[in-house]
């Protein structure tokens, strides 16, 4: 069965650091760009950041950028979101799905396989 599993949500308060884990089962994370997304209540899911397939790029929406790190370990199957200097815009249920592939960059554009979220809240 080919599954995405998230994981490593809590509550934080600003200013302070999460790590988020994306775990495989049924297939090898390596052969798929995969991105993370997140869902606030009562708005869109959206995309935050993804790495791509082939080298490891990496996209990360601009409110991110400098404070959230997508990187991949690929023998433990897993892609990880260190998400530090946490802000309370930064609430939502998070999700990671694997993503189309433009070239050799990744999109922030989902390709069919989700995995279940992890609620991230920080407090001001």
């Known amino acids: 069965q080919v599954q995405l599993v998230a994981s490593g949500g809590g509550t934080a308060q600003a200013g302070g650091s999460l790590r988020l884990s994306c775990t495989a089962s049924g297939f090898s994370l390596d052969d798929y760009a995969i991105g993370w997304f997140r869902q606030a209540p009562g708005k869109t899911r959206d995309g935050v950041s993804c790495?791509?397939?082939?080298?490891?790029?990496?996209t990360y929406i601009n409110s991110v950028k400098g404070r959230f790190t997508i990187s991949r370990d690929n023998p433990k199957n897993t892609v990880y979101l260190q998400m530090n200097n946490l802000k309370p815009e930064d609430t939502a249920k998070y999700y990671c799905?694997?993503?189309?592939?433009?070239?050799?960059?990744?999109?922030?554009?989902?390709?069919?396989?989700w995995g279940r979220g992890t609620q991230v809240t920080v407090s001001s």
């Open positions: 790495i791509s397939r082939t080298d490891n790029s990496t």
């Open positions: 799905a694997d993503v189309i592939s433009l070239g050799s960059l990744c999109s922030l554009n989902p390709s069919g396989v």
